[in-house]
T-cell receptor, first 112, second 114 residues
Framework: LAKTTQPISMDSYEGQEVNITCSHNNIATNDYITWYQQFPSQGPRFIIQGYKTKVTNEVASLFIPADRKSSTLSLPRVSLSDTAVYYCLVASRDTGRRALTFGSGTRLQVQP | KAGVTQTPRYLIKTRGQQVTLSCSPISGHRSVSWYQQTPGQGLQFLFEYFSETQRNKGNFPGRFSGRQFSNSRSEMNVSTLELGDSALYLC?????????????FGPGTRLTVT
């Protein structure tokens, strides 16, 4: 099974760039790495996914090195509304079946 | 488009009872996954269904089971409830079961076992 490691918490200020890294070993060769955002009392919300190198959408960028043993979610110019918990999700192969593993989550606190 | 809906939103059960939770995916989505979220263990994958077939299963005891119907709606069942089963149970749907996990989550069912 894949093991994932994320920082427990991070603090930032409005307007700054925030980078959250997830380390993941033993991930499946052909699966994407996905990141989610979760606010209290809500289900996680999809942010971005990637397979390798760099992916960018309207809210974030995702950097994945060639060995795919980690991924970094980059949030440009955060605002107070970005205060949330961020999770990485990876897949691994276990006796032929795909096992999904969420990271433990990084609690981002954005200050004014 | 309506989002993922889960019923009930809150549930209180007694140890030893069984419970059934329901999930209606986004229209057109054929894949449904279930997750358990607790403060201690975080988000843990339970199982994934696609076209009424269980495709993947997490590391949970056999007391946890699920099924998917022909209209893609899904149910999960927990039998012989234990105190440790108290958690937020989340359902997520996606268009298809591929290596891409762009899933859309429902608000969850908060289960309390006393």
């Amino acid at each position: 099974l894949a093991k994932t490691t994320q920082p427990i918490s991070m603090d930032s200020y409005e307007g700054q760039e925030v980078n959250i890294t997830c380390s993941h070993n033993n991930i499946a060769t052909n699966d994407y790495i996905t990141w989610y955002q979760q606010f209290p009392s809500q289900g996680p919300r999809f942010i971005i996914q990637g397979y390798k190198t760099k992916v960018t959408n309207e809210v974030a960028s995702l950097f994945i090195p060639a060995d795919r043993k980690s991924s970094t979610l980059s949030l440009p110019r955060v605002s107070l509304s970005d205060t949330a918990v961020y999770y990485c999700l990876v897949a691994s192969r276990d006796t032929g079946r795909r096992a999904l593993t969420f990271g433990s989550g990084t609690r981002l606190q954005v200050q004014p | 488009k309506a989002g993922v809906t889960q019923t009930p939103r809150y549930l209180i059960k007694t140890r030893g009872q069984q419970v059934t939770l329901s999930c209606s995916p986004i229209s057109g989505h054929r894949s449904v996954s279930w997750y358990q979220q607790t403060p201690g263990q975080g988000l843990q994958f339970l199982f994934e269904y696609f076209s009424e077939t269980q495709r993947n299963k997490g590391n949970f005891p056999g007391r946890f089971s699920g099924r998917q119907f022909s209209n893609s709606r899904s149910e999960m069942n927990v039998s012989t409830l234990e105190l440790g089963d108290s958690a937020l149970y989340l359902c997520a749907s996606s268009l298809r079961a591929t290596s891409s996990y762009e899933q859309y989550f429902g608000p969850g069912t908060r289960l309390t076992v006393t």
